[in-house]
């Protein structure tokens, strides 16, 4: 009787989170709490809290995020199986695109506020410093997948052509954490970490595609 409550009980708390899961609330919810980290760096810039080098701060920052919500994006798959709540792949999308808008703006700080659009120092540092060129190349992976975004989009290209372009995103996570790795001189821990979780994530992917085939 216990086990038959206790999967009783179970089935009504997925139901309840799918139910949550697909309300606007929870959507706008994600949405703001997405934009967290940019109102922070804007109230730290306003406080005058950024140090004595607000552009390497907000540089720094934007990346992290960048990375973050990559990272983010490649966890909604394992958890929707691990926890059996498919319907987080409602959210993906939203996360995917915010990894692209924070690696814009992490771009943007290097190409106005550091280099002062000078295309021919920014090339330049693509070439001759391997972190930026790691990092040009993550974001040159993430643009095709926040234009193809959309359901639109996944109808012009078909189900299996869409699926192996935003394979990409394994690229721009791999060329993220090797920006990162490359940019720090000394600590490297926390480029390591962010390796680390997505080794783990790679590798559950590696094995449910193999388990698949072998099945």
């Known amino acids: 009787m216990w086990r038959a409550y206790t999967q009783a009980w179970t ?5 309840e989170v799918r139910r949550v899961l697909r309300s606007r ?22 406080r005058g809290e950024l140090g004595a080098n607000p552009i390497e701060a907000v540089t720094h920052s934007t990346g992290l995020w960048t990375l ?31 990894a692209f808008f924070y690696a814009s703006l992490h771009l943007l700080t290097y190409v106005w506020l550091d280099q002062f659009f000078d295309l021919a120092a920014i090339a330049k540092d693509v070439i001759k410093r391997p972190f930026i060129t790691a990092g040009a190349v993550g974001l040159a992976a993430m643009a095709p997948l926040a234009l193809t ?3 639109g989009w996944i109808q012009r290209l078909g189900g299996k052509r869409w699926q192996r372009l935003h394979r990409l995103v394994y690229v721009s996570a ?4 090797v920006h990162y790795l ?3 001189k000394s600590d ?16 559950y992917r590696f094995a449910r595609a193999m388990r698949r085939r072998l099945s």
């Open 11 to 15: 089935c009504a708390s997925i139901i």
């Open 25 to 46: 609330w929870f959507k706008a919810g994600v949405f703001l709490a997405s934009l967290t980290p940019l109102l922070a760096l804007v109230w730290r810039a306003w």
């Open 188 to 203: 490297i821990r926390p480029p390591a970490l962010y390796g680390v979780i997505l080794g783990i994530l790679l590798l």
């Open 149 to 151: 975004s959309t359901r």
């Open 182 to 184: 490359w940019l720090v």
């Open 68 to 98: 973050r919500f990559l990272l983010l994006t490649l966890a909604v798959t394992p958890a929707r199986f691990l926890f059996g709540i498919p319907d987080l792949i409602l959210i993906r999308r939203t996360l995917g695109l915010f």
């Open 174 to 177: 791999i060329a993220g954490v």
